[in-house]
């Protein structure tokens, strides 16, 4: 079992920039590909980005490509998301996760809004 705890949101104007980061504990997670997803209001959780255990492999969803940076640590059981040009529609609560995701690894959440 992990446990994650995201922290790092806040409140933004558009353009502006947030750091994310994500603590596990309970067992490493060196050997996880792991990911961010996000919540907007209303809506369904979705996909943002994934690192591979070494962080050789990265992928985003197209939206933020080009604006968001994902990066880990593995020595100190963390994972960040870098968040650059934020835009109004990145207004959500932002998960971390495993990937493939498990359900019973969810933690709170950070909610970052975005103002225009």
């Known amino acids: 079992q992990v446990q994650f705890v995201e922290s790092g949101g806040g409140l933004v104007q558009a353009g502006g920039s947030l750091g994310l980061s994500c603590a596990a504990s309970?067992?490493?997670?060196?050997?996880?590909?792991m990911g961010w997803f996000r919540q907007p209001p209303g809506k369904e959780r979705e996909f943002v980005a994934v690192?591979?255990?070494?962080?050789?492999?990265?992928d985003y969803i197209d939206s933020v490509k080009g604006r968001f940076t994902i990066s880990r640590d593995n020595a100190k059981n963390m994972v960040y998301l870098q968040m650059n040009g934020l835009k109004p529609e990145d207004t959500a609560v932002y998960y971390c996760?495993?990937?493939?995701?498990?359900?019973?690894?969810w933690g709170q959440g950070t909610q970052v809004t975005v103002s225009s």
């Open positions: 996760n495993v990937h493939p995701i498990r359900e019973n690894y």
């Open positions: 309970g067992r490493t997670i060196s050997n996880y590909a």
């Open positions: 690192i591979n255990w070494s962080g050789s492999r990265i």
